[in-house]
């Protein structure tokens, strides 16, 4: 191509450089890629994992810093709504990032509108749209793990989940008991991001067998999504310590 053949590129913006590629015109634009891609399903809906990204062909924006972003155009749509701040990568490549993460279990639909323009003026021949589904509610881990034979008496039993949960639902759904006559365990709780700690408030019987289940109740702290299933995990305390052996042995003599 003649460079006098080429159409004039927009004016430099304020940013840090001018575009770096010329596009081809006579290729319309596209979308190239999204993330999470179309029909995806346990998408992270967790908060700083779950980010919506869509990449064109084209530039559509010139290259200008973060805080000089606020006149370029927003390319997406997302149903169900989400709070969240979007920026322009790049020149062709937009990313969305929810402020409280995505509800968990939830089918959203993004659709990048027709009419968007490139930097030559090209238009978006028809809406893209692109669907995925966040991860449910899971159980990623638990002390004492399931089937121990050497629980602590006096440690607190831990449950943790791959999301932000609603606590007052998880603290009713978890329940422990003894094995032996079925009695529930009392004891307080409190959370360390998103792992439920819960306090027995006297230590548990040596060598006891204890039952834990966090029941369906448990939901995530964003959306309605709870545990498909019951987790039940079960553990043996660590017999009370004793001495084994002796170094003179007792009575030792010489």
């Known amino acids: 191509i003649v460079a006098a053949d080429r159409p ?88 969305f990032e929810p ?59 831990s449950v943790t989940f791959n999301m932000p949960m609603d606590h007052r639902s998880v603290e009713d759904a978890l329940i422990v008991t003894a094995e032996d006559g079925g009695a529930v365990v009392a004891g307080r709780t409190h959370w360390i991001s998103d792992t439920l700690v819960f306090e027995p408030r006297r230590p548990l019987a040596r060598e006891a067998r204890y039952t834990a289940v966090v029941g369906t109740g448990a939901r995530s702290a964003e959306g309605d999504a709870a545990l498909d299933a019951e987790h039940t995990w079960r553990f043996r305390v660590a017999p009370a310590p004793k001495v084994v052996r002796t170094e003179p042995a007792d009575g030792e003599q010489g």
């Open 8 to 95: 004039a590129l927009p004016a430099r913006g304020p940013g840090l450089a001018s575009l770096a590629v010329f596009p081809e015109t006579d290729v319309p634009l596209a979308v190239l890629g999204t993330q999470p891609r179309d029909g995806a399903t346990g998408a992270s809906p967790r908060p700083g994992e779950a980010r919506i990204v869509v990449r064109f062909n084209h530039p559509v924006v010139p290259l200008v810093p973060v805080d000089e972003q606020a006149g370029l155009p927003t390319p997406i749509a997302i149903s169900p709504d989400v709070d969240g701040d979007g920026r322009w990568l790049n020149t062709s490549t937009y990313v």
């Open 99 to 157: 402020d409280a993460g995505l509800a968990g279990a939830t089918r959203y639909s993004v659709t990048v509108d027709r009419g968007l323009e490139d930097v030559l003026g090209a238009s978006l021949a028809e809406d893209v749209t692109f669907a995925f589904t966040t991860a449910g509610p899971l159980v990623v881990g638990t002390y004492p793990p399931g089937d121990a034979t050497d629980a602590g008496a006096t440690r607190p039993i």
